[in-house]
């Protein structure tokens, strides 16, 4: 089956620098990848998504970035804001599109 | 409001006693599923459901059983639970039935011990 790595487990910025959360998967027919947000005490949330057929998506201050041939992906977060500290877990859709495999997650703490 | 909805908030049992975690969407959605939530680990798939008296097993079935007997209601139980299932749980939900078509919202979890 669908096994996703994602790295770093923790990560610390200081406020209005950029962060980076890096992904790899193992299924080379997995064709959708979400990245979810996860506030303290409540569940993810869908922030930003990219399929397989394009390679960089950008919504403000976050975008994704997707190299199918490496299968890997990546979640960038630019000029960081307090708000920006949770939890963020990167999927892989199977290609059937029944099952999400999600990461380890990262906590990203912004220090004022 | 939309939402998915779990209850309780917080369990704390004693291994092998018998306990039900509901979860509702008032959404309409198609797609429901249970994931498990443990440090390093991510989220794991339990079990899920692509419509009504449709379940299917996840990556961590094992000790857990779901039903789907209305489009709204997807309880996960737990018939003999041991500490190795204390854990975060959530269940989530979706419009569609693939996953690459529409976003999984997910309820605020449900954290259980057993002792």
């Known amino acids: 089956g669908e096994n996703v790595e994602q790295h770093p487990s923790t990560l610390s910025v200081q406020e209005g620098d950029s962060a980076v959360i890096k992904c790899t998967y193992s299924?080379?027919?997995?064709?959708?990848f979400p990245w979810y947000k996860q506030e303290l005490g409540k569940g993810p949330q869908l922030i930003i998504d990219i399929r397989s057929n394009v390679g960089e998506k950008k919504d403000q201050r976050i975008a994704v970035t997707l190299n199918k041939t490496a299968k890997h992906f990546s979640l960038h977060i630019t000029e960081t804001q307090p708000e920006d500290s949770a939890v963020y877990f990167c999927?892989?859709?199977?290609?059937?599109?029944?099952?999400?495999?999600f990461g380890g997650g990262t906590r990203v703490l912004v220090k004022p | 409001e939309a939402q998915v909805t779990q209850n309780p908030r917080y369990l704390i049992t004693v291994t092998g006693k018998k306990l039900t975690v509901t979860c509702s969407q008032n959404m309409n959605h198609e797609y429901m599923s249970w994931y498990r939530q443990d440090p390093g680990l991510g989220l794991r798939q339990i079990y899920y459901?692509?419509?009504?008296?449709?379940?299917d097993k996840g990556d961590v079935p094992e000790g857990y059983k779901v039903s789907r007997k209305e489009k709204r209601n997807f309880p996960l139980i737990l018939e003999s639970p041991s500490p190795n299932q204390t854990s975060l749980y959530f269940c989530a939900s979706s419009l569609s039935r693939r996953s690459y078509n529409s976003p999984l919202h997910f309820g605020n979890g449900t954290r259980l011990t057993v002792t």
């Open positions: 999927a892989a859709s199977s290609a059937a599109g029944n099952k999400l495999t």
């Open positions: 299924d080379s027919a997995s064709n959708y």
């Open positions: 459901s692509m419509n009504v008296e449709v379940t």
